[in-house]
């Protein structure tokens, strides 16, 4: 095991390393944070990571301790009173406090991890709106509980052209397709031509509209005899064909193509 070797004196040492580790954890909560609510969250908005309760009428509101996600920062916001509807929490000016140090002593430290509440919001960067009383800690983990619980489509079955058609092994599905929870397009699925003959370049189906991808791909494919070759997914038309690919281009009877793509749509 490696062991941490500072050339600072050592409290000044281990204190740079524990910041470090808390950077390192906070950009990874953030990321995964903002990975789950990306599409639900706008531009000018942040997040209650926990806290957030608000009580009380306007001009006598309350808030608990929160921690909050401002500008791609964890932030923390102190418990405040007084407040009234609505109040925005932003993240805060730099201000300097005390802090322990090694020797003993407190001295002045700039603390640029702090939120806090406003009566109007920022100018740039990232807000929270508070507009009334409630747990919004809450109301996000409802959201996020909601897109974790998200089925998957069903998926449907192509419509085949040019005499292709599903493997002839019932232990394998026909080409289908469907989107997942993120928007992506997968085709899965065994498709065959009964028919001995050249099929580069042959339609094997057409994807219907809200399945088409922006741009064209090709993706790489392989046959039950072991040939490989690829299939070609058309920009916009959602037209699926086979590559023009001389290896793979002449079937015999029932050779088999085995796919299982996701295709970014965007």
Same mark, same amino acid.
């Not at 599903?166 to 599905?173: D, F, I, K, R, V």
């Given at each position: 095991m490696k062991k941490f070797k500072s050339t600072f004196p050592i409290n000044q040492g281990l204190k740079f390393f524990?910041?470090?580790?808390?950077?390192?954890?906070?950009a990874e909560v953030f990321d995964a944070m903002q990975a789950l609510i990306a599409d639900f969250s706008t531009e000018t908005?942040?997040?209650?990571?926990?806290?957030? &309760?608000? +009580?009380?009428?306007?001009?006598? +509101?309350?808030? &608990?301790?929160?921690?909050?996600?401002?500008n791609g920062k964890i932030l923390r916001l102190a418990a405040d009173t007084a407040l009234s509807y609505p109040f925005y929490i932003q993240e805060a000016t730099t201000v300097s406090i005390n802090g322990a140090?090694?020797?003993? &002593?407190?001295? !002045?430290?700039?603390?640029?991890?702090?939120?806090?509440?406003?009566? *109007?919001?920022?100018? +740039?960067?990232?807000?929270?709106?508070?507009?009334? +009383?409630?747990?919004?800690?809450?109301?996000?983990?409802?959201k996020i509980t909601a897109k974790a619980d998200a089925s998957l489509e069903a998926w449907a079955d192509v419509t085949f052209a040019?005499?292709?058609?599903?493997?002839?092994? *019932?232990?394998?599905?026909?080409?289908?397709y469907r989107k997942d929870n993120f928007g992506n397009l997968w085709l899965n699925g065994v498709i065959e031509s009964p028919i001995v003959g050249d099929? *580069?370049?042959?339609?094997? &189906?057409?994807? !219907?509209?809200?399945?088409? !991808?922006?741009?064209?791909?090709? =993706?790489?494919?392989? *046959? =039950?005899?072991?040939?490989?070759?690829?299939?070609?997914?058309?920009?916009?038309?959602?037209?699926?064909s086979l590559g023009v690919n001389e290896h793979l281009g002449t079937f015999a009877a029932n050779d088999e193509l085995f796919i299982n793509e996701q295709i970014p749509m965007d």
């Open positions: 524990d910041k470090y580790l808390e950077s390192e954890l906070s908005e942040g997040f209650i990571l926990t806290g957030g &309760t608000v +009580a009380g009428l306007t001009g006598a +509101a309350t808030i &608990t301790d929160s921690i909050v996600v401002l140090f090694g020797d003993g &002593t407190n001295q !002045p430290i700039i603390d640029n991890e702090a939120a806090e509440t406003a009566v *109007s919001p920022p100018g +740039a960067g990232q807000y929270i709106t508070i507009a009334a +009383a409630g747990d919004y800690v809450a109301g996000l983990n409802a040019n005499s292709w058609e599903a493997g002839e092994n *019932s232990m394998y599905n026909g080409l289908r099929y *580069s370049g042959t339609i094997i &189906t057409t994807l !219907p509209a809200g399945y088409r !991808p922006v741009n064209g791909i090709r =993706f790489l494919v392989g *046959s =039950f005899v072991g040939k490989v070759g690829y299939i070609e997914v058309s920009a916009t038309s959602g037209v699926v």
